[in-house]
Antibody, heavy 121, light 107 residues
């Protein structure tokens, strides 16, 4: 059974940093691209970042480019999201997702339970 | 970035109704479109990918169609467990973008 378990969320002051982790199990982690998707409370979904199976490629939403860094440790089946210079607009549930590849495109076929990041003084 | 416009933003329907949600992309995206269902307090769930391919385990009352810029999600006979918010999302190009969602509630 595929499981994705996020950790590292919490309350952080504006301008601060936080690192999210996502522990994956139930599939061969090193074979799959992975992503982060966020959702502000009561709002819609926003794709944040993605990385390829090897971790050598990374993609970011314009809203987080230059502040967030996605990475992965395939030896530990773990995905990370380093978040710097956080602002109130980054307050959201952050979901780790496994990517399904089909005909040249990727889809989010498994999701974690989400980690809440709250940016507030 | 490609804009995804869903309509309607909400709808009220009864059990057994046929429900159709549309999604329009601001430029052509081939068939690189997914549909997701989200229930309150839960993570989203992939229903359909590549515009019309049903994800494993998803009931056959869900179907998707479309290509280019116009797409449709259809629920042939609405069931109680289908009351949720539905999102379309393009995977043609980065940044991947979602529609704003369609909330389906009970009439």
């Amino acid at each position: 059974e595929v499981q994705l378990v996020e950790s590292g969320g919490g309350l952080v002051q504006p301008g601060g940093s936080l690192r999210l982790s996502c522990a994956a199990s139930g599939f061969t982690f090193s074979n799959y691209a992975m992503s982060w998707v966020r959702q502000a409370p009561g709002k819609g979904l926003e794709w944040v970042s993605a990385t390829g199976a090897s971790g050598t490629s990374a993609y970011y939403a314009d809203s987080v480019k230059g502040r967030f860094t996605i990475s992965r440790d395939n030896s530990k089946n773990t995905l990370f999201l380093q978040m710097n210079s956080l602002g109130a607009e980054d307050t959201a549930f952050y979901y780790c997702t496994k990517d399904l590849y089909s005909s040249g495109a990727y889809y989010f076929d498994y999701w974690g339970q989400g980690a809440l990041v709250t940016v507030s003084s | 970035a490609i804009q995804m416009t869903q309509s309607p933003s909400s709808l009220s329907a009864s059990v057994g109704d046929r429900v159709t949600i549309t999604c329009r992309a601001s430029q052509a995206i081939r068939n690189d479109l997914g549909w997701y269902q989200q229930k309150p307090g839960k993570a989203p769930k992939l229903l359909i990918y590549a515009a019309s391919t049903l994800q494993s385990g998803v009931p056959s009352r869900f179907s998707g169609s479309g290509s280019g810029t116009d797409f449709t999600l259809t629920i042939s006979s609405l069931q109680p467990e289908d009351f949720a918010t539905y999102y379309c999302q393009q995977n043609y190009v980065y940044p991947r973008t979602f529609g704003h969602g369609t909330k389906v509630d009970i009439k």
